[in-house]
């Protein structure tokens, strides 16, 4: 390859590497939106960039020290990164994994809610109510608005979800296996609750014997 592709490709690397950092910076500052969310893995893209980095000095650098230099501070930057994502999400990735997706459990015009289970540490999983709005690519996530114990745990069914709709345009009506019926109003700006609620904290869990 000529000098002159060398330093093309090393250009295109340099300004590539701050780019996909400050889109994971972006993502990760915008974590309710919901499609934003596979870009905000910022220790696995600081660590990509850093190797970017590594390889535009490679291309771009004729002399030794400050090739030498870059290598140093690319590999401080991606060794801890890497390193971080591969015990974060490979060996611990039970521990430190976020909850799961399971189903939209309600609708309306401008409205879903979307349930997820999560892991707990040293008790069983749980199971979660968001709302979200449904504004395609715009479309955002609050935080819970409510808590049940996973499908399949063996409590008493007070405690397990068993449906929800919604009642009116920032209402929606939650009930429990029992039938025990719980109404939740929202805000449609922020998408939160005045109070979430808890069936979960206080359930008889099994696992937290």
Do not use: N
Not at 13 to 32: N, T
Not at 89 to 105: H, I, L, N, Q, S
Request: aromatic share 10%; net charge neutral; hydrophobic share 50%.
């Amino acid at each position: 390859m000529s000098k002159t592709g060398q330093r093309r490709i090393a250009i295109g690397l340099a300004v590539a590497a701050p780019l996909i950092v400050a889109v994971a910076a972006v993502a990760h500052a915008h974590q309710a939106y919901v499609y934003a969310r596979p870009a905000d893995h910022p220790y696995l893209i600081a660590g990509f960039a850093a190797v970017m980095a590594a390889v535009a000095a490679r291309l771009a650098f004729a002399r030794q020290a400050l090739r030498i230099i870059t290598y140093l501070v690319a590999g401080l930057v991606a060794l801890p990164a890497f390193g971080f994502v591969i015990v974060k999400d490979v060996m611990w990735a039970g521990m430190f994994a976020g909850p799961t997706e399971r189903d939209t459990v309600a609708t309306s015009a401008d409205f879903k809610v979307v349930a997820y289970q999560g892991h707990v540490l040293f008790r069983s999983d749980i199971l979660v109510l968001r709302v979200q709005t449904r504004a395609g690519l715009l479309s955002r996530e609050g935080d819970e608005v409510a808590c049940f114990m996973a499908p399949g745990t063996p409590v008493p069914s007070s405690w397990l979800f068993d449906q929800a709709r919604f009642t009116a345009p920032d209402q929606v009506q939650v009930s429990a296996a029992d039938g025990t019926t719980w109404w939740l109003t929202f805000d449609t700006r922020s998408l939160k609750v005045t109070e979430e609620l808890d069936r979960c904290s206080t359930a008889p869990d099994p696992a937290a014997d």
